[in-house]
Each structure stands twice: as structure tokens, then as C-alpha cells.
């Protein structure tokens, strides 16, 4: 059975960075593309991040170019999202989700497995 | 890259059919056939229903079913049922490799 666990949300003040991380088990990770996606409690969801298998292919929302960095290490069946530059409206719950086609370049929305989430609050 | 355009809020009586619409550009929704709808009760993580415009994953109730016509994007579900009470969110794969959503609709059931 899939299942991922994010981790590493908290309070953190304006300007300031944090690093989620989210563990795989139940499939072969270094096959997937893996997705962030967030949302601010009790409104919509916004895609964040995809990062490819190998990580050749990275994408990011506009929003998030140049302040959020994706990774992962596949040895470890982790993924990685490094927010620095944090803001506000970056306040959300931050999920990972996977991809379900084995092998894909690029994420097409379709995201078959998800984490429980982990709350990032960004305020003074 | 804005959001997809969704219905607030929909409703219908258990056994009913319901439609909920999802409005893109022709730079997502137009161009690719590359839609999915999720499922998110209050608390839970969204839950994939509808994948590349009609497909349903395994395990997904063939009363949810999906469809597109130019730049709009519809999901069904016939015959609801109380437990089909949730939020719905769309989203589409777009011409610069991102993924953006809609602002979901509540649908109710009466």
C-alpha cells in the first residue's frame, strides 16, 4: 500500500525559511514524479512543485519560482521542499502526492496517492 | 497562470443527477485532454475520481464519470447518494508544464 508522511511544517516568521520532507513506502519511489501541492484551510488547492524520477524535469507554480526549491533522494524514498523567502500567503497545509504513471516527464494532474499534510503558518 | 472557474456551491436530492463544470482556456483545458477531478470530505486529503478527462481509477464508482467540450470541463454523478457530499476541485495540465486548479464547488446533498 501506498503511503507518504509529510513532516516539518511549524510557525515560522516572515522572511524566514523551513524545509518539509515527506517518506515514501508501498511502491519503488525512484519511478515517480512527486508533487507538492498546499492549501490554505477551508479554501482551494494550488499545485507547488513536480519533480521527475531522476529529477531531470523540475516545475514549479509561478507563485514559488526562485523562492521554493524541490528535491528528493531517492535512496532514502524522501521528498524534499526547501521554502525560503517565506510570506504570508504562503500560509497552508503542504501536501506530497504522487503521480501514478511510472515513468512520466511531466506531471499532468493526475495525483493518485497523498499525504495527510503538514501545516506551515507563516506570521509575525 | 489563473485559476479554473467552478460553480460555488451545487446541490441535488439522493438519486439525483448532478453536473459541475470546470472553465479553462484554450492554453489547459482546450488544448489537453489532461483533467482530473478529486473528492475532499471536510479534514481529508483530496482523493482522485476522474483522470485524463473520463477515466475513473480503480476502485472509483462508475456513478462519477467525466467529459469535455472546447474549454470546458463537466463531471457527473448520477444516482447521489448522502456520502457524495464534499468539495470538488478540477484541475488541467497547461501549456507551460504546470497544473492548475479550480476554486471547487460544495456540492450538498439535500
Given at each position: 500500500e501506498v503511503h507518504l508522511v509529510e513532516s516539518g511544517g511549524g510557525l515560522v516568521k516572515p522572511g524566514g525559511s523551513l524545509r518539509l520532507s515527506c517518506a515514501a513506502s508501498g511502491f519503488t519511489f525512484s519511478s515517480y514524479t512527486m508533487n507538492w501541492l498546499r492549501q490554505v484551510p477551508g479554501k482551494g488547492l494550488e499545485w507547488v512543485s513536480s519533480t521527475t524520477g531522476s529529477s531531470s524535469y523540475i516545475y514549479y507554480g509561478d507563485s514559488m519560482k526562485g523562492r521554493f526549491t524541490i528535491s528528493r533522494d531517492n535512496a532514502k524514498s524522501?521528498?524534499?521542499l526547501?521554502?525560503?523567502s517565506l510570506r504570508v500567503e504562503d500560509t497552508a497545509i503542504y501536501y506530497c502526492a504522487r503521480d501514478p504513471r511510472v515513468g512520466a516527464t511531466v506531471t499532468r494532474g493526475s495525483f493518485d496517492s497523498w499525504g495527510q499534510g503538514t501545516l506551515v503558518t507563516v506570521s509575525s | 497562470q489563473s485559476?479554473?472557474?467552478?460553480?460555488?456551491?451545487?446541490?441535488?436530492?439522493p438519486g439525483q443527477s448532478i453536473?459541475?463544470?470546470?472553465?479553462?482556456?484554450?492554453?489547459?483545458i482546450g488544448?489537453?485532454?489532461?483533467?482530473?477531478?478529486?473528492?475532499?470530505?471536510?479534514?481529508?486529503?483530496?482523493?482522485?475520481?476522474?483522470?485524463?478527462?473520463n477515466n475513473r481509477p480503480s476502485g472509483i464508482s462508475n456513478r462519477f464519470s467525466g467529459s469535455k467540450s472546447g474549454n470546458t470541463a463537466s463531471l457527473t454523478i448520477s444516482g447521489l447518494q448522502a456520502e457524495d457530499?464534499?468539495?470538488y476541485y478540477c484541475n488541467s495540465y497547461t501549456a507551460t508544464n504546470t497544473v492548475v486548479f479550480g476554486g471547487g464547488t460544495r456540492l450538498t446533498v439535500l
Open positions: 524522501s521528498l524534499y526547501q521554502m525560503n | 485559476a479554473l472557474t467552478q460553480p460555488a456551491s451545487v446541490s441535488g436530492s453536473t459541475i463544470s470546470c472553465t479553462g482556456t484554450s492554453n489547459d488544448y489537453y485532454n489532461f483533467v482530473s477531478w478529486y473528492q475532499q470530505h471536510p479534514g481529508k486529503a483530496p482523493k482522485l475520481m476522474i483522470y485524463d478527462v457530499e464534499a468539495d
